[in-house]
């Protein structure tokens, strides 16, 4: 019985100690414009704000209309102030409609994270 009780304790250590690096992956913390929103103006950029550092020149943002057509934006750079952050600029404002938001990211312990979500522009 004393070797079945250190095995199990094992077993539990290590299923505690990888659920903590699980959560310590970067995740999305917030984005603009906000996921599920309506914005009143078309934005010119979309930036996306992690928990950690995260890498640009390995992370990229990709944003389509409603009927999937790609929107033209610059790569994905780094906000110069706060490495948490990355941002996509786009060729011009965009124009009333919904758009999704696809992004990836690399985070600075080089775990790679994905996601997506959608918002609106105006009326």
Wanted: net charge positive; hydrophobic share 45%.
């Amino acid at each position: 019985m004393g070797k079945a009780l250190a095995t199990a304790s094992l077993i539990a250590l290590v299923s505690v100690s990888n659920l903590g690096a699980a959560l310590a992956h970067s995740h999305l913390k917030a984005s603009v414009p906000a996921a599920g929103a309506t914005v009143a103006l078309g934005p010119s950029e979309v930036r996306l704000q992690f928990n950690e550092a995260v890498e640009a020149r390995f992370s990229a943002i990709r944003v389509e209309s409603k009927a999937g057509k790609p929107i033209a934006s610059e790569p994905a750079i780094s906000d110069p102030a706060d490495k948490t952050t990355l941002i996509a600029k786009f060729a011009a404002p965009l124009q009333a409609g919904s758009y999704k938001v696809n992004w990836q990211a690399l985070s600075a312990d080089t775990h790679k994270v994905k996601g997506s979500f959608t918002f609106q522009v105006g009326p």
